[in-house]
C-alpha cells in the first residue's frame, strides 16, 4: 500500500501510540465542544448584560470570549495534530459538553457572573480530569497543552469570583 493510501492517523508518527491519540482527541473533544458552548455564552451576557456594573463586566466578558476563541482554534488545531477530526456544529458542541445553553436571556449581572463561574469551574474539572488520564500515556504535548488552558480558566473564575459581593 502507497502512503497515498495510508489514512490520516495512520501517516501520524509523533512517538504517541494511536490508542493514546485516540483519548487525546477524545479529551480534547470535549474540551473543544465545552469551549464553544462556554464562548457563546459568555458572548450572548456581553450583549445582554444590565446594571450598575455594566461597563467594567461588559469589559471583562469581552476580553474572556476573545481568549476562549483563540483556544478554540488551538484545541481544534491540536486535534488535528493528532490525525482526527474536529466536531464543528452547533448540535455537536451541545451533545458532547457538559455545559449546557441558557433557556432564556439572562441579563442580571449577578446571575450572568454565577453562570459564568459555574462554567469556569466546570471546564477546570474536565481539564483536570484529561490532564490525569493524559498523565498515564505518552501524550506529554497535551497534557502540557491541557495545563495551560487550565490556567486560562482558574484565572477567568477568579476575575469572575472577585465580582461577587
Do not use: P
Not at 483519548?23 to 465545552?34: D, F, N, R, S, V
Not at 446594571?51 to 488551538?74: P, R
Request: aromatic fraction near 6%; proline fraction near 0%; glycine fraction near 6%.
Amino acid at each position: 500500500m502507497s502512503n497515498n493510501h495510508l489514512s490520516e492517523l495512520e501517516k501520524v508518527e509523533l512517538g504517541i501510540q494511536r490508542n493514546e491519540m485516540s483519548t487525546a482527541a477524545q479529551i480534547l473533544t470535549e474540551i473543544l465542544a465545552g469551549a464553544h458552548v462556554l464562548y457563546i455564552k459568555t458572548r450572548n451576557y456581553h450583549w445582554n448584560i444590565v446594571g450598575e456594573g455594566f461597563y467594567s463586566i461588559h469589559k471583562l466578558l469581552e476580553a474572556q470570549y476573545d481568549v476562549i476563541a483563540g483556544n478554540i482554534d488551538e484545541i481544534a488545531e491540536r486535534i488535528r495534530q493528532l490525525g482526527f477530526h474536529a466536531v464543528g456544529t452547533m448540535r455537536e458542541f451541545l451533545e458532547i459538553s457538559a455545559l449546557k445553553e441558557d433557556e432564556h436571556i439572562i441579563t442580571d449581572q449577578h446571575q450572568i457572573i454565577k453562570n459564568l463561574l459555574a462554567d469556569h469551574e466546570g471546564v477546570c474539572q474536565v481539564l483536570r480530569n484529561g490532564i490525569k488520564k493524559l498523565e498515564e500515556t505518552d501524550d506529554i504535548g497535551t497534557a502540557d497543552f491541557l495545563t495551560a488552558l487550565l490556567q486560562i480558566h482558574e484565572k477567568d473564575a477568579w476575575m469572575l469570583r472577585s465580582h461577587i459581593i
